[in-house]
């Protein structure tokens, strides 16, 4: 227990029991902190109506979930959101909001005129597919954005690497930390993955291996690109398939859709797992993997290539602001140029002639992103932020 608990409200679009790699950085970091004595408030929408109604405590947090009855590509409209954050943030001593997201602004004001501190973690530059309304929308969450930016007393960015591309930050950048996202991944079950291996490469020849790619099937990361490079890999590696772990029906995209041809070509060495919730079965997936893709356009560090790691597995990522960081910082995995499937292919293929030039030890992977880190830092930020609040 702190000798001075903090009184935290954390602010963020989707909340658990909504995966993806930014919930479960606010999940882990906001469990970390109530479980350390901290008391912990995320509000946030209430975008599933079979989700409760009432605020509930999840692991020591309290959840306040608002009416979301209008949807704006990925975000939620929620008609009491500034009367609501009104009164939260009057009860808190620091505000922890998640950009990008539309109310930003909101929180921007409301902490100034109440001298709270405010600390944003930014999860990515806000980029939607073409289409003169979806510029708009990021015009529009950039506009509110630049509100709180001016008003925050910390900016965390995932490293400073993607710090220093992103147009978010770039206005702030005296004000960014870099701050690694917490990764939380049980160990693997060995006979699950040996289990899981031998189902998905049941009737393949002895040559064939499996790459993994785990995330949504959205343009932004660019699973196309890793099926482009199948056949490349197979010309070497015949059988081999890859296995996608994520949902791939996206309600606010449809770029699974697009790719329908594309798919269907490949069928056959495609398996689609859709989303994996049980973190054990996530590890053993991991571990079955001879190597995750990660062919991604954008991304800001993407905690699955940390996950992978940790469970034995190497990664090929994009040399893209941000994605880089975790496979020079380690050295396992290689990295290439976006949007080139050849070159994905011949680097996935190098890590299949020799893995084992690519495993580092877990002690090794901890060492650079240790989850405990990751949470002191949270610690440290936001209580100096409230500290300069109250000093005005």
Same mark, same amino acid.
């Given at each position: 227990?702190?000798?001075?608990?903090?009184?935290?409200?954390?602010?963020?679009?989707?909340?658990?029991?909504? =995966?993806?790699?930014?919930?479960?950085?606010?999940?882990?970091?906001? %469990?970390?902190?109530?479980?350390?004595?901290? @008391?912990?408030?995320?509000?946030? *929408?209430?975008?599933?109506?079979?989700?409760? =109604?009432?605020?509930?405590?999840?692991?020591?947090?309290?959840?306040?979930?608002?009416?979301?009855?209008?949807?704006?590509?990925?975000?939620?409209?929620?008609?009491?959101?500034p009367y609501a954050a009104w009164k939260l943030? $009057?009860?808190? +001593?620091?505000?922890?909001?998640?950009?990008?997201?539309?109310?930003?602004?909101?929180?921007?004001?409301?902490?100034?005129?109440?001298?709270?501190?405010?600390?944003?973690?930014?999860?990515?530059?806000?980029?939607?597919?073409?289409?003169?309304?979806?510029?708009?929308?990021?015009?529009?969450? !950039?506009?509110?954005?630049?509100?709180?930016?001016?008003?925050?007393?910390?900016?965390?960015?995932?490293?400073? &690497?993607?710090? +220093?591309?992103?147009?978010?930050?770039?206005?702030?950048?005296? $004000?960014?930390?870099?701050?690694?996202?917490?990764?939380?991944?049980?160990?693997? @079950?060995?006979?699950?993955?040996?289990?899981?291996?031998?189902?998905?490469?049941?009737? *393949?020849?002895?040559?064939?291996?499996?790459?993994?790619?785990?995330?949504?099937?959205?343009? %932004?990361?660019?699973?196309?690109?890793?099926?482009?490079?199948?056949?490349?890999?197979?010309?070497?590696?015949?059988?081999?398939?890859?296995?996608?772990?994520?949902?791939?029906?996206?309600?606010?995209?449809? !770029?699974?859709?697009?790719?329908? &041809?594309?798919?269907?070509?490949?069928? @056959?060495?495609?398996?689609?797992?859709?989303?994996?919730k049980d973190p054990k079965e996530l590890a053993? !997936?991991?571990?079955?993997? +001879?190597?995750? *893709?990660?062919?991604?356009?954008?991304?800001?560090?993407?905690?699955?290539?940390? /996950?992978?790691?940790?469970?034995?597995?190497?990664?090929?990522?994009?040399?893209?602001?941000?994605?880089?960081?975790?496979?020079?910082?380690?050295?396992?995995?290689?990295?290439?140029?976006?949007?080139?499937?050849?070159?994905?292919?011949?680097?996935?293929?190098?890590?299949? &002639?020799?893995?084992?030039?690519?495993?580092?030890?877990?002690?090794?992977? +901890? /060492?650079? !992103?240790?989850?405990?880190?990751?949470?002191?830092?949270? %610690? $440290?930020?936001?209580?100096?932020?409230?500290?300069?609040?109250?000093?005005?």
């Open positions: 227990m702190p000798d001075n608990p903090l009184k935290i409200l954390v602010a963020l679009q989707y909340y658990v029991p909504h =995966r993806t790699g930014l919930t479960l950085h606010v999940q882990y970091v906001a %469990e970390a902190l109530a479980a350390r004595g901290h @008391d912990v408030t995320v509000v946030t *929408a209430r975008y599933d109506p079979s989700l409760p =109604r009432d605020e509930q405590v999840v692991n020591g947090v309290r959840v306040i979930r608002l009416w979301a009855p209008i949807r704006v590509t990925r975000g939620m409209v929620m008609p009491a959101y943030v $009057k009860m808190h +001593d620091v505000v922890s909001i998640h950009t990008p997201m539309l109310e930003t602004s909101i929180f921007g004001l409301y902490t100034r005129l109440l001298r709270k501190g405010l600390v944003i973690t930014h999860h990515g530059d806000l980029i939607l597919p073409q289409g003169a309304f979806n510029r708009f929308v990021e015009a529009f969450t !950039f506009a509110n954005y630049r509100v709180a930016g001016a008003a925050a007393h910390h900016i965390i960015a995932y490293s400073d &690497d993607y710090a +220093d591309n992103s147009y978010y930050i770039a206005p702030f950048r005296e $004000k960014a930390i870099a701050v690694h996202p917490p990764v939380k991944l049980p160990a693997p @079950d060995e006979r699950r993955a040996a289990e899981m291996r031998a189902e998905w490469l049941a009737g *393949a020849p002895e040559s064939a291996r499996l790459i993994g790619y785990s995330g949504r099937f959205v343009e %932004e990361k660019r699973p196309d690109v890793l099926i482009r490079a199948l056949p490349a890999v197979q010309e070497k590696y015949p059988g081999t398939k890859i296995v996608f772990a994520g949902e791939y029906l996206i309600k606010y995209e449809n !770029f699974f859709e697009r790719n329908a &041809d594309l798919i269907a070509r490949h069928r @056959d060495d495609l398996i689609f797992l859709g989303l994996l053993s !997936f991991y571990r079955a993997i +001879d190597v995750l *893709a990660l062919p991604s356009d954008t991304e800001c560090f993407a905690l699955v290539q940390v /996950e992978a790691m940790r469970c034995g597995t190497p990664v090929v990522a994009t040399d893209i602001p941000g994605a880089r960081v975790v496979v020079k910082k380690t050295g396992m995995g290689e990295i290439v140029p976006p949007r080139d499937p050849a070159a994905m292919a011949a680097a996935i293929t190098r890590v299949l &002639d020799q893995p084992e030039r690519y495993i580092k030890s877990l002690s090794a992977i +901890d /060492e650079v !992103f240790g989850f405990e880190k990751t949470v002191d830092m949270y %610690e $440290k930020l936001l209580r100096s932020a409230a500290e300069q609040a109250r000093r005005g």
